[in-house]
T-cell receptor
Framework: DQQVKQNSPSLSVQEGRISILNCDYT??????FLWYKKYPAEGPTFLIS?????DKNEDGRFTVFLNKSAKHLSLHIVPSQPGDSAVYFC?????????????FGTGTRLTIIP | DTAVSQTPKYLVTQMGNDKSIKCEQN?????MYWYKQDSKKFLKIMFS???????INETVPNRFSPKSPDKAHLNLHINSLELGDSAVYFC???????????????FGPGTRLTVL
């Protein structure tokens, strides 16, 4: 049962343009959402998060948007840079689950074309 | 300085063998985790320890046994390895258990286990 889905396995974007990565979830009990970035041969690193009480969170070039009614979130990167080429994982958590855990999507490989 | 380290980075072994993966964090965190990333790229939690106490134990075969000798270490021992155990195993740590809050999880580089 895949509760967090990233339906695009890969995405290519020209340098300087906007990259938009999408994520859908099915569990309405999720109330916190995160994006992790992963380079080859390294572990995932935290990028940005958003609580369900917000619909937008911004950190520099990175903005996450949350649409609770659609159970959808997206990560916008603008402008995209070559160093942004990586796999991006969406993750979700629920604060009322007791001992909290992260449920991850399968990732989207972003390639920035110079 | 590496915040979360794992050894070995690669592990190739035969079916039926017993192997261990070690994890250490120097962040002073109280909580540590083991994740498995399978061939379909699902990154799924296996175990979580807080202050050396097991707090999350997902549906994992009991051939997998985590051991936390102290807060800075969480090792994973796997008995009677099977082909399906081939995966990348990630260790992670966080200050507390609030995955849905301020307790950001920091991941190690992963251990690629191949069972032949």
């Amino acid at each position: 049962d895949q509760q967090v889905k990233q339906n695009s396995p890969s995405l290519s974007v020209q340098e300087g343009r906007i990259s938009i990565l999408n994520c859908d979830y099915t569990n309405s009990m999720f109330d916190y959402f995160l994006w992790y970035k992963k380079y080859p041969a390294e572990g995932p690193t935290f990028l940005i998060s958003i609580s369900s009480i917000k619909d937008k969170n911004e950190d520099g070039r990175f903005t996450v948007f949350l649409n609770k009614s659609a159970k959808h979130l997206s990560l916008h990167i603008v402008p995209s840079q070559p160093g942004d080429s990586a796999v991006y994982f969406c993750a979700a958590s629920g604060s009322n689950f007791g001992n909290e855990k992260l449920t991850f999507g399968t990732g989207t490989r972003l390639t920035i074309i110079p | 300085d590496t915040a979360v380290s794992q050894t070995p980075k690669y592990l190739v072994t035969q079916m039926g063998n017993d192997k261990s993966i070690k994890c250490e964090q120097n962040l002073g965190h109280d909580t540590m985790y083991w994740y498995k990333q399978d061939s379909k790229k699902f990154l799924k939690i296996m175990f979580s320890y807080n202050n050396k106490e097991l707090i999350i134990n997902e549906t994992v075969p009991n051939r997998f046994s985590p051991k936390s000798p102290d807060k800075a270490h969480l090792n994973l021992h796997i008995n009677s390895l099977e082909l399906g155990d081939s995966a990348v195993y990630f260790c992670a740590s966080s200050q507390g258990t609030r995955a849905g809050g301020t307790d950001t999880q920091y991941f190690g580089p992963g251990t690629r286990l191949t069972v032949l």
